[in-house]
């Protein structure tokens, strides 16, 4: 069965500084998608970025960017000029690709990051 | 605007009256889930669907119960909720496509006394 770790429970950054979370998954399969998730104090799930297992290249929005490293099977979050309104709760998930409940998310536990001004 | 609309937001309740939390999406999308959120346990899936008329049990279906009749709606429904239903519940959809995300509603909290 896939799994999902989050070895920070929590986290601060200095606002203006770069924060790196991190994410390791476990799974035989060879091909899926992973995903950050903010879950600000509102407890909205906001999708941060999202990474396709089968493209070499780090995905990137704005601010966020990850490395994803397959073969270690890392996954983790740099947020970038960390700005006040990015404190919350950081989920990284996983999902098999291809049709079915495949889709169903498996999450880690979550990462709570705290900005200080 | 598309989005995942839930309700309550907020519910307190009692053991055994039966609730039913709704869950509509606007975005015409083929799958629906329901997951809960606990603290120490992360996000876990009670149940989903495909498509209309077509339902299966996620990790945790025990005491709920889900109905899938029209595309845009996928309510959860606890028969005779007890203490242990209490919890922070999402609703999420996501199109036909495999590699597309989900959308999440923005929660329902419910306690159960």
């Known amino acids: 069965a896939q799994t999902v770790t989050q070895s920070q429970p929590e986290m601060s950054v200095q606002e203006a500084e770069t924060v790196t979370l991190s994410c390791t998954y476990d799974?035989?399969?060879?091909?899926?998608?992973l995903f950050w998730y903010k879950q600000p104090p509102s407890r909205q799930m906001i999708l941060v970025i999202r990474?396709?297992?089968?493209k070499q290249q780090n995905a990137t929005e704005n601010r966020f960017s990850v490395n994803f490293q397959k073969a270690a099977k890392s996954f983790s979050l740099k947020i970038s000029d960390s700005q006040l309104g990015d404190a919350a709760m950081y989920f990284c998930?996983?999902?098999?690709?291809?049709?079915?409940?495949?889709?169903?998310?498996?999450w880690g536990l979550g990462t709570s990051l705290a900005v200080n001004p | 605007e598309a989005q995942v609309t839930q309700n309550p937001r907020y519910l307190i309740t009692v053991t055994g009256k039966k609730l039913t939390v709704t869950c509509s999406q606007n975005?015409?999308?083929?799958?629906m889930s329901w997951y809960r959120q606990d603290p120490g346990l992360g996000l876990r899936q009670i149940y989903y669907?495909?498509?209309?008329?077509?339902?299966d049990k996620g990790d945790v279906p025990e005491g709920y119960k889900v109905s899938r009749k029209e595309k845009r709606n996928f309510p959860l429904i606890l028969e005779s909720p007890s203490p242990n239903q209490t919890s922070l519940y999402f609703c999420?959809?996501?199109?036909?496509?495999?590699?597309?995300?989900?959308?999440f509603g923005d929660g329902t909290r419910l306690s159960i006394l």
């Open positions: 998930a996983y999902r098999r690709r291809g049709a079915g409940n495949n889709r169903k998310l498996i």
């Open positions: 799974t035989s399969e060879s091909d899926y998608y």
């Open positions: 990474q396709e297992a089968y």
């Open positions: 975005m015409n999308h083929e799958y």
């Open positions: 999420a959809s996501s199109p036909g496509g495999s590699n597309q995300p989900q959308h």
């Open positions: 669907s495909m498509n209309v008329e077509v339902t």
